[in-house]
């Protein structure tokens, strides 16, 4: 267990649907990375924030996806319309804010879309 | 931007043997170099990490190595044992990646046969 915690751990939801997901970052962590993994491929990067401020998005962030971490704590990463591309597992990661320091990832959100 | 790769993908060993993995990565600018174990159902583990003004770093079993002139760096897991199995995946990051994002490489499959 590396301090990181995620919610639900699983999702099965229908295309069209809303979903969302929390994650809660190691307590002193001022990161807070967002990244999606498809089966059988390394994690792909999203979006992160430092504090509250979300300063980069990845092109694979669709107009459908929004984060937030309205106090620099928890964060949430919200689907609208889900497709069924959208199936995978949204892995979340914590890190001090210094260039080279450790990410530590939760257990993940697997999403399945049908 | 940052490209990854990784190779074998898959690796059979016998309990005892070594175990390399090798990757490869494509922006200079890249100084940071973690390695992380990925069990079933589990959010990647952080094992080791290596930055650029180092070569070789050691953690009991697990080593690794860097290359930045050929920008490439490599996993040694030594006198290797059943619970040693799992997903292992490298990434690159850096500098001018902003928050210092991860790119991973696509993984490797670890068989520890006993």
């Known amino acids: 267990d590396t301090g990181v915690s995620q919610d639900p751990r699983h999702k099965i939801t229908k295309r069209g649907q809303n979903v969302t997901f929390r994650c809660d970052p190691i307590s002193e962590h001022n990161r807070l990375y967002w990244y999606r993994q498809t089966l059988g491929q390394g994690p792909e990067f999203l979006t992160y924030f430092q504090n509250e401020a979300q300063l980069e998005k990845s092109r694979l962030l669709s107009d459908r996806f929004s984060a937030e971490r309205p106090k620099g704590s928890f964060s949430t990463l919200e689907i609208q319309r889900t497709e069924q591309g959208d199936s995978a597992m949204y892995l979340c990661?914590?890190?001090?804010?210094?260039?080279?320091?450790?990410?530590?990832f939760g257990p993940g959100t697997r999403l399945t879309v049908l | 931007g940052e490209n990854v790769e990784q190779h074998p993908s898959t690796l059979s060993v016998q309990e005892g043997d070594s175990a390399v993995i090798k990757c490869t990565y494509s922006d200079s600018a890249s100084n940071y170099f973690p390695w992380y174990k990925q069990e079933l159902g589990k959010g990647p583990q952080l094992i080791i990490d290596?930055?650029?003004?180092?070569g070789e770093k050691k953690d009991q079993r697990i080593a690794v190595t860097l290359n930045k002139t050929a920008k490439h760096f490599s996993l040694h897991i030594t006198e290797t044992q059943p619970e040693d199995s799992a997903v292992y995946f490298c990434?690159?990051?850096?500098?001018?990646?902003?928050?210092?994002?991860?790119?991973f490489g696509g993984g490797t499959r670890v068989l520890v046969k006993p």
């Open positions: 290596i930055r650029s003004n180092v």
């Open positions: 990661a914590s890190s001090f804010n210094q260039p080279t320091n450790e990410q530590f």
């Open positions: 990434a690159a990051g850096g500098a001018r990646a902003a928050g210092n994002k991860l790119t």
